[in-house]
């Protein structure tokens, strides 16, 4: 089975603080993702990259930012934390670039901004 | 952006009973669905996928049916169990694009 582990389950921090997210995935997939999932709005794309230094901007990229020095690995970068991106973060990952096989998720990383 | 929906946000069923979570997508261009399940504190997890060369796939205890004459998916799930209460949510991607739509979401609550 395929494995998708984000370091924290939850998180708290302060406004103005940096705040990095971690993601690791064990199936040598080309495709990563971050979401975030607020209640009656369902998952909305951040950012995705489909390969080693690869990234493009989802639908609401702005705040955030990411990382992929490695294949297995994919961050997600809080410049500047606000408490409207107080949230929950999902990871995902896929074997292909195209959105035409399932994409397997974490358990999520619930984050507080204070 | 694209808009995937379901048609009622809350299902309560008997167990034993057979649930019926529907889903409308909008993307004529969309080829590839997938439904979720979604437990408290938990990931989306991966319950089943259906292409739009099909029209009914089955795995087990639940079947997809797609319709796209009228853009509509449905998951049926057979028997349900105390352990199916989750929220259920579908997606829709394509062979040509690299991201999917997600719909909201439907909360099934399977009363013993």
């Known amino acids: 089975d395929v494995k998708v582990t984000q370091s924290s389950r939850y998180l708290v921090k302060r406004t103005g603080e940096k705040v990095f997210l971690e993601c690791v995935q064990d199936?040598?997939?080309?495709?990563m993702f971050w979401y975030r999932q607020d209640p009656g709005l369902g998952l909305r794309l951040i950012y995705f990259?489909?390969?080693?230094?690869?990234?493009e901007k989802g639908d609401i990229p702005e705040g955030y930012s990411v990382s992929r020095e490695k294949k297995e690995r994919f961050s997600l970068i809080l410049e500047s934390a606000s408490t409207n991106q107080t949230s929950m973060y999902l990871c995902?990952?896929?074997?292909?670039?195209?959105?035409?096989?399932?994409?397997?998720f974490g358990d999520g990383t619930r984050l507080s901004i204070l | 952006g694209e808009s995937v929906g379901l048609h009622l946000p809350t299902l309560s069923v008997q167990e034993g009973d057979n649930s019926i979570i529907n889903c409308a997508y909008s993307n004529s261009a969309s080829d590839y669905f997938i439904w979720y399940k979604q437990e408290s504190g938990k990931g989306p997890q991966f319950i089943i996928d259906?292409?739009?060369?099909?029209d009914k796939r089955q795995g087990q205890r639940v079947t997809v049916l797609l319709n796209k004459t009228v853009k509509h998916l449905s998951l049926q799930i057979a028997a349900t169990q105390p352990g199916d209460s989750a929220v259920y949510f579908c997606a829709e991607g394509s062979n040509t694009g690299n991201q999917f739509y997600f719909g909201t979401g439907t909360s099934l609550t399977v009363i013993p």
């Open positions: 259906i292409r739009s060369n099909m």
């Open positions: 995902a990952s896929s074997l292909y670039r195209f959105s035409n096989q399932p994409q397997h």
């Open positions: 990259s489909y390969d080693v230094k690869m990234k």
């Open positions: 199936m040598d997939h080309e495709n």
